[in-house]
């Protein structure tokens, strides 16, 4: 696959740091730090370390070119393809629900119900999804640097410049807050989930050399890290300076805050403070809902049409909503959703990378019912979680998932080798 290798230092880093620097990141960070102060920051810092990590894997991402589901069904056929496409797919769903519930909750600080918010901005996402907008990208990337330069407003307001730059070493102490098992979900999840992510592939491959793939991915990294740490200095300050009102929801928290940094929902800058957040979340909803159509429509399971088109991206929205009318906090869920996908496609992805460098080739078979088996078990685990969160077996909901899905993965891959080896052997022993 040719691609256009024209990307630059700076601009990779630009892409990167807005392919995560979003609404969940901000208002799930924001949402967290209510209760846990800056131990909040988790899932924000673990994209950072991610980012990190990634540095292991990016000059293989840049010289492969193809997508995950395209090398492994290339090396272990269509079937592979085809499932790793839909993991990658269902992934999505997640963030599509965090978009809806945190635009709705950005519109009720004016008063409006998030119910029927849910229902209007779920048509709106699919609408616009419709439509050519793909340059739009620049405009809420800037709207989203807007709201950065906000929080540093009220950084300076609330004059917490310093509880800013304790907050790295705050964010040690606070951790403690957590449970275990809740911590390596988190961390494990969001880590392991950049290192396989799409979102983050689709930039690597653009960069005009490995100079700049390098040099991009830290510089990420390091905004990221600067990133981690405002949204919940923000809210802690203002819970401390005693701004929120009592029994606010987490998040409601950064859209309010921002409103009384501009003056309130009834002033001019109050008014584009909180639409610095929404209009993103429309830009990022339909962007999504784009991504989930073309993944589907590419693998030629229905005609390419305009009502094919229409059809599943209006399936996606309802999958979407539905999940978002179920609720729940905004880091557990994008996190639920990645610790799925991760859960399914670590496993073949590792023994795809052992045969790239001559250790060891699993089988076609092997693979096939490594990622079937895995597959279904984390999909069965993230419905029964999303009913009852109650369930986890390993402490927490993330590390159920994900820690589920990688053991079945690794074990019906060995039952998967042991199969295939003896009927191996014994249609050799059964030749005359």
Sequence with gaps: MAFDRRLDTFSLTALLVSAHYGLGFLLGTAEKSLTLDTAGSLYAVCLGLGTIALLGLAKFYWTQAEQIWTLLGSAYGNGVKVLVGLMSWSSLIGIEAVQLISGAFILKVFGIPTLPTMVVLA?????????????AGWILRGLLVLNLLALLYGLWVLQAFGDYLRSPIEFVGSLQH?????????????????????????????????????????????????????????????????????????????????????????????????????????????????????????????????????????????????????GGQIVNLIVSFYAAYVGAVLVPFVAYLLAQAGRYNFSKGSIRLSLTVSSITVILLL???????????????????????????????LIGEVLEKYFSTSKVGEEP
Aim: with cysteine; net charge positive.
């Design 123 to 135: 048509i709106l996402f699919a609408t616009i999804s419709l439509l050519p907008v793909e340059k």
């Design 383 to 413: 419905t029964i979680t999303l009913i009852s969160p109650n369930f986890p077996v390993f402490g927490s909901v993330e590390l159920n998932i994900m820690g589920m899905g990688i053991l079945f993965g690794v074990i019906f891959l």
């Design 178 to 326: 957590i449970s275990l098992p809740t911590t390596v979900g988190i961390s494990l999840s969001t880590i392991l989930l950049v290192l396989i992510d799409m979102k983050y592939q689709q930039f690597l491959v653009q960069a005009k050399d490995v100079k700049s793939l390098y040099q991009g991915c830290a510089l990420a990294a390091i905004v990221l890290l600067f990133l981690a740490f405002l949204p919940s200095t923000v809210v802690v300050a203002a819970h401390r300076a005693g701004i929120l009102p009592n029994g606010i929801d987490g998040k409601e928290t950064l859209p309010f805050i921002l409103s009384w940094i501009g003056g309130g929902t009834d002033k001019p800058l109050g008014i584009a403070l909180i639409a610095s957040l929404l209009v993103p979340a429309l830009g990022i909803g339909s962007s999504i809902l784009r991504v989930q159509t073309k993944t589907i429509l590419d693998f030629n399971i229905l005609p390419m049409s305009n009502r094919s088109r229409v059809l599943v991206t209006a399936l996606n929205a309802l999958f979407g909503l539905a999940i978002a009318l179920k």
